[in-house]
């Protein structure tokens, strides 16, 4: 009888697993047909969801079906092709795929001897990414959930190598007391990188700040004094423009002084797989430390970010867990290189990405992605408005006229629901901000976009 039960189980595991599967594929056929942003309709439905804690149980083909009703058309259409907002990569086939298999997996990559086939796809994928980014073959790396939780990794491993240099573990003997530590940020740094100084102990106004061009890039040249206790955070792909600071001059300054670099390459990293992109990269292979994301160019699923560390001891250092119950080894070990323990094996996804991808494949869609961003500026500049950044990468900031009537644009494109763009402000001009980074968009993506935003322009008579 108990083993007829267990059977049924897992027939009704295997039902629930299909119903998800039709839906899963009816949501991903019709999304490049849909409105991005939800209508208030479709976020009305959402209250459906709201009742007490349910007292007794519910099939689970029935869960599934209620989360796709309601769910399904109350979400943002990022998969779809023109969603413009922030940075944000679509899922690649390959990639969305690789999930839903390791999502059957449920593998917890805190331990080797927990998965060792996600250890061994991390171990692997950890040299693809180097090789991509063209970093030194022989750095450590943790798979992280963002951008932030890597930057985050690298300042608390930058933190140890520079204080025990000083003859301070602070590992054991923590920050207060500790040798101080200057850290140097660009004008325009991320709202990342001060949240990670705050969650590291560095406080995010404790820091000396270094003007920035025109375009966001650092000048090298207004560097304070560095010494072997500065950290300076640098940028490959400002959020706004996607520039990039001069990151030979600036590792150059800074290893004659014995300090660390640290680069936040969120997305602007991945410009080196590109023939045409990679002098933008130039001298970044020189720092010590740097973070990037898998969700933003490469179009892996959430959540995927990456830190990278030069120095193998620094990191692992800083984030060893030990226990009777952790046997030592000579392999990574996966909890020992993330602030994380238990954790999904995302490392399995970015395989899947750049092994359907290869380097050929992830250069031709950073390529495209910037070629449709230049586009995008190239028809707004003709149609007589002010693109306020060189279209160097992927970004475009575009301003309608005064700051009232450009956020009026970027509500009136949001609500139509064509495509989606947000909203920055760039030294004191406020701008739509334009962002390409998904696989799936396509010109004709770019140009219903363009038409639906100089629609508006005209019918809300704004010019
Ligand atoms: C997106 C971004 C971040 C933050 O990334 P998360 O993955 O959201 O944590 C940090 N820095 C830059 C330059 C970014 O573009």
């Not at 740094?189 to 705050?198: F, R, T």
């Not at 045409?276 to 990269?281: D, W």
């Not at 560390?309 to 990574?332: F, G, W």
């Amino acid at each position: 009888m108990a083993t007829k039960a267990a059977d049924e189980s897992r027939l009704a595991r295997l039902d629930v697993l299909a119903l998800a599967a039709e839906r899963a594929r009816r949501y991903v056929r019709e999304i490049g047909g849909r409105r991005v942003a939800p209508s208030d309709q479709d976020l009305a439905m959402l209250t459906r969801f709201y009742e007490p804690f349910p007292e007794r149980s519910t099939d689970p083909a029935e869960v599934i079906a209620m989360l796709d009703e309601l769910g399904s058309p109350a979400t943002v259409a990022t998969t779809g092709g023109r969603y413009f907002g922030f940075v944000i990569g679509g899922a690649l086939p390959a990639s969305m795929a690789a999930s839903w298999l390791a999502n059957a997996w449920d593998q917890n990559l805190a331990l080797r001897v927990m998965s060792p086939v996600a250890a061994e796809l991390e171990d692997i994928v950890l040299r693809w990414v180097s090789d991509a980014l063209g970093l030194p073959p022989h750095c450590a790396a943790g798979f992280v959930t963002c951008a932030t939780t890597a930057n985050f990794s690298a300042l608390v491993a930058a933190r140890y190598a520079l204080l025990a240099k000083a003859g301070w573990n602070v590992v054991e003997r923590g920050m207060f007391g500790a040798p101080p530590i200057d850290v140097i940020v660009g004008e325009e740094v991320h709202a990342s990188m001060q949240k990670a100084l705050s969650l590291a102990g560095f406080g995010m106004k404790r820091v000396v700040t270094v003007e920035a061009d025109g375009q966001g890039r650092m000048l090298a040249g207004r560097l304070p004094k560095l010494t072997e206790h500065s950290i300076v955070c640098i940028q490959a792909g400002n959020v706004n423009t996607g520039a990039f600071d001069p990151a030979e001059q600036i590792c150059a300054r800074a290893k004659e002084a014995g300090a660390w670099v640290h680069v936040d390459g969120a997305f602007g990293l991945w410009a080196k797989v590109s023939s045409k992109y990679h002098h933008l990269v130039a001298g970044f292979e020189q720092a010590d430390s740097w973070a990037t994301d898998a969700h933003k160019w490469p179009n892996v699923n959430y959540d995927s970010g990456i830190v990278i560390v030069r120095d193998e001891a620094a990191l692992r250092a800083s984030m060893t867990a030990t226990a009777a119950y952790l046997q030592p080894s000579a392999r990574r070990e996966p909890m020992q290189y993330t602030p994380d323990a238990s954790r999904r094996a995302r490392g399995i996804e970015l395989w899947a990405a750049l092994k359907s991808l290869g380097r050929s494949g992830l250069a031709e869609l950073v390529d495209r992605t910037c070629m449709l961003a230049q586009r995008f500026a190239a028809e707004l500049r003709k149609a007589g408005f002010d693109v306020l950044n060189d279209v160097v990468l992927n970004q475009v900031l575009v301003s309608f006229g005064n700051a009232e009537t450009t956020r009026n644009v970027i509500r009136l494109v949001q609500e139509d629901g064509t495509c989606w763009c947000g909203s920055t402000v760039w030294k004191g001009t406020t701008a739509m901000r334009i962002s390409v980074s998904s696989w799936v968009t396509t010109e004709a993506d770019i140009d219903a976009s363009l038409a639906a935003i100089l629609r508006i322009t005209r019918t809300a008579n704004l010019r």
